[in-house]
């Protein structure tokens, strides 16, 4: 919700307060300020102009040469493109050393041989959005609808002198969905009141009753239908202040009527609709359900079908718009209108959402009636705009407004206690206190025996039990004003789970590796997936998507850490080491009845260099051994028990000569290695490594106890075997069978050395480990090792076929 602060004014006196101290305010008091924005900040020296007169230039088909009067002696010729630009016209000209939005600045210029003495502006170039500008200068220059006097500063008749506070409202909160509803919420913080504006209207002796009858049929869908005739008036492009605090709302301007009825649902928060009652179709209004398959062309031109859910206002014959959510292109108002039926309703918020949400429909209106408008506001509205359109289209309003009217309009009564204020809030207010806070919201009560009867304003729908009374009162005291206590219970203080510190001590260990953490959409397309599976899985789609890269629950998190990688190298940012925690969602159902299974999964993606150093001229790449290392690491952080190896394997989207599965006790949990050079050039990367672990599958593991042991205090011995093998046999298969039988002597086995080549034959290739024998509580003699040494190499024989090599 955008709210002018000059708009404000209207209502409250807060000259003294500047819109950033009314922001302070608002927010401390619970309503959230997301901005201010003032929209003059980066203009200068912007005047109005009068083009005096428009020529060809002489040198380009497209340049027209202006003499512009901007309140000097002499007028200055400004060279513009602009196709609507034109003799006698008021325009915004941008001086010599101005500057515009977005840092532009206007400088003397030559074009085409023709001096440029400044610039003549469209209201895209002032800051205004082009979605809210005018269609009559969405292209083009802009122009001023009335004479203005050259020279003078543009900035206030275009209301750019303003600044925007932009709200960002609670759903309870539909009150402040008008600027009125922001006035009073304003005049309470203040203890200020609020000038609500008064209706001058000048009805005419012929009655509205006599033109048109009113008949609802659904009236618990709609209990309150007014409708206000509107004789003789004249279509034309509303007043420039109409016109720029339309605009400043987010409201595109289209005609004088129309402009009335978007001005009094921002001003009030009642959505109002103006039909042409010569193309309405008939002298009857009839509110009604829809049949099942009506079909109605909306304002935006498109067809929509209905179902007998939806509540449609009729002619007595066809719909002519849907109740709350957008009227029909059949009546709406255009050029040639002349007579008008405004219509100032009460729809159910239940039955306006549904309309809203099955035909995919969200207007301005629909968004005020599904969260509730104020019932005492129905009708002073509609007078509101009547007023209005007399004022600026002319015509004659019917006297006494045709209604349908079983609305209530009655106030709540919440009876609280003093005493129960001041038990939850923890504090000691007094009668005076709450008192002079509920004359400041003006709710009127009583106060009697240490209660408060307190009448609740229709206008505040959010306000239905005691606690919201409290909350209120809480809000103007002022939450900074509200002691602060140590809660009374006997609860244990809290703390983090294992898996919290076991998942915190990963992102430790990672970052401290220089890798960093990314986060992102837990939703995906099949498609960005596919490359990562070997065959089309089952997935859980999203019902309601909020757009089609976003459809899907993802299965996986390297996607996503590929887009990262993607968007750093497109902007020359090649060293790049990225990891994320994150959720994934698998099922086995085609029609999913069940929460899907949500696992935790860690992954990284690695390219460019992992180390670098300048001096020495030394650059490590990323490889395959990096992110082994990783991920060795994080096991050893973690505390993981049980055996760990690394088998070579081969999966969907990773090179089939460069990728290993993790297993644990012969599980697998995870896999790592080199993207695939397909999948690399898809996402038009370099060299990429990856790995992905099933986190909450390792953090289940019971973990390692630590132990520290002595340093030795004897020395070890060392032996080294080349050992050859079938070329298909794995070094971490050699790896076990030395530690298996090497016994407690044996206390590390480590490959230094692989050779295939001369003087080896076909299909073998020699693998060379280094043995480390050791006893902590004496000396070992070659004798001891010898028999361990021997032992070794009979269980590499006979359990892997490996020969020592000569």
């Known amino acids: 919700m955008l709210v002018s602060y000059k708009w404000l004014k209207d209502y409250v006196e807060i000259d003294d307060l500047s819109a950033a101290d009314i922001a302070e305010k608002l927010t401390r008091s619970g309503v959230e300020v997301d901005a201010v924005q003032s929209l003059n900040e980066e203009i200068t020296n912007l005047v109005v102009g009068k083009v005096l007169t428009c020529a060809k230039h002489p040198e380009a088909d497209k340049l027209n040469l202006c003499q512009v009067d901007v309140g000097e002696e002499q007028p200055i010729q400004i060279v513009c493109g602009a196709k609507n630009v034109g003799e006698g016209q008021f325009v915004a000209v941008a001086r010599v050393g101005a500057r515009l939005p977005g840092g532009m600045k206007i400088k003397r210029a030559k074009l085409r041989g023709e001096v440029s003495e400044g610039m003549i502006c469209s209201l895209q170039e002032l800051g205004i959005q082009g979605k809210v500008v005018p269609k009559k200068y969405s292209e083009g220059i802009f122009n ?9 500063d543009a900035l206030a008749p275009l209301g750019l002198d303003d600044t925007l506070l932009e709200l960002d409202l609670t759903p309870n909160r539909s009150d402040c969905l008008s600027v009125l509803g922001v006035a009073y919420e304003v005049a309470a913080i203040l203890g200020r009141d609020v000038k609500v504006p008064e209706p001058a209207l000048v009805p005419a ?6 033109r048109i009858a009113v008949h609802v049929e659904a009236n618990g869908d709609n209990p309150y239908y007014g409708a206000t005739v509107i004789k003789g008036v004249k279509i034309s492009e509303s007043p420039l202040w109409l016109q720029t605090a339309l605009m400043n709302a987010g409201v595109r301007p289209l005609n004088n009527v129309v402009d009335v009825t978007n001005y009094v649902l921002l001003e009030y928060g009642q959505p109002l609709h103006a039909f042409d009652l010569d193309r309405f179709g008939s002298e009857k209004v009839v509110v009604r359900r829809a049949t099942e398959g009506e079909q109605i062309v909306t304002l935006d031109e498109t067809e929509r079908t209905l179902t007998g859910e939806h509540l449609v206002i009729t002619n007595g014959k066809s719909p002519v718009a849907i109740a709350g959510v957008m009227g029909g292109a059949t009546s709406e108002v255009n050029d040639e209108t002349v007579n008008i039926l405004l219509e100032s309703a009460h729809f159910s918020p239940s039955t306006v959402r549904k309309a809203s949400k099955d035909l995919g429909l969200r207007s301005d209106s629909s968004i005020r009636f599904e969260k509730g408008v104020d019932p005492n506001r129905v009708a002073e509205a509609g007078k509101r705009a009547a007023s209005l359109i007399q004022q600026l289209a002319g015509g004659e309003v019917l006297s006494e407004t045709v209604e349908f009217d079983e609305l209530s309009r009655e106030e709540k009564r919440i009876d609280i206690t003093l005493a129960k204020i001041n038990d939850v809030l923890g504090t000691s207010l007094t009668e005076t206190d709450v008192t002079n806070i509920l004359s400041q919201l003006k709710f009127n009560h009583d106060y009697e025996d240490g209660t408060f009867a307190i009448n609740v304003p229709t206008r505040r729908q959010d306000i239905t039990i005691k606690p919201d009374i409290i909350e209120e009162v809480a809000r103007l005291y002022g939450y900074d004003n509200i002691p602060v206590t140590l809660p009374n219970t006997s609860a244990t203080p809290g703390g983090l789970t294992t898996e919290q510190r076991q998942k915190r001590r990963a992102r430790r260990f990672l970052e401290g590796a220089g890798i960093h953490e990314a986060v992102s959409y837990s939703l995906t397309t099949a498609e960005k997936e596919a490359c990562f599976k070997e065959s089309e899985g089952l997935r859980v789609n999203v019902a309601l998507p909020m757009s089609e890269e976003r459809s899907t629950l993802r299965t996986t998190l390297l996607p996503h850490l590929l887009d990262a990688l993607s968007h750093n190298k497109n902007r020359n940012v090649y060293d790049v080491h990225l990891y994320e925690i994150g959720s994934v969602f698998h099922t086995k159902e085609k029609t999913i009845t069940t929460q899907p299974e949500e696992k935790t999964y860690l992954s990284g993606a690695f390219m460019g260099l992992w180390h670098e150093h300048s001096w020495q001229g030394e ?27 690394f088998e070579q394997t081969e999966k969907a989207g990773l090179h089939p000569g460069r990728t290993a599965t993790l297993f644990i006790n012969d599980k697998e949990v995870g896999c790592l290695g080199q993207l695939h050079p397909a999948v690399a050039k898809a996402w038009s990367l370099p060299a990429t490594y990856v790995f992905e672990l099933n986190l909450q599958q390792l953090l289940s593991l019971p973990a390692n106890v630590v132990r520290y042991e002595a340093i030795p205090r004897y020395p070890a011995i060392q032996r080294d075997i080349a050992l050859v093998v079938d070329e298909a046999v794995q070094a971490e298969k050699l790896k076990r069978v030395i530690m298996a039988s090497g016994g407690r002597l044996l206390s590390r086995a480590e490959v230094f050395d692989v050779y295939q080549g001369e003087h080896l034959e076909e299909g073998k290739k020699s693998l060379a480990f280094s043995l480390k024998y ?18 070794v190499l009979q269980a590499l024989e006979e359990k892997t076929g490996a020969t020592l090599r000569a």
């Open 619 to 645: 650059k490590k790449p990323v490889d395959f051994y990096v992110i082994k290392g990783v991920v060795e690491g994080l096991l050893e952080e973690l505390h993981v028990s049980g055996e760990v190896r």
């Open 205 to 210: 002796k012929e009655k509205a009753s006599d």
């Open 144 to 152: 001023f609808p009335q004479e203005m006097i050259p020279g003078e």
């Open 774 to 791: 050791q006893d902590p509580e004496k000396t070992l003699t070659d004798d001891e090792v010898t028999a361990v040494h021997t032992k």
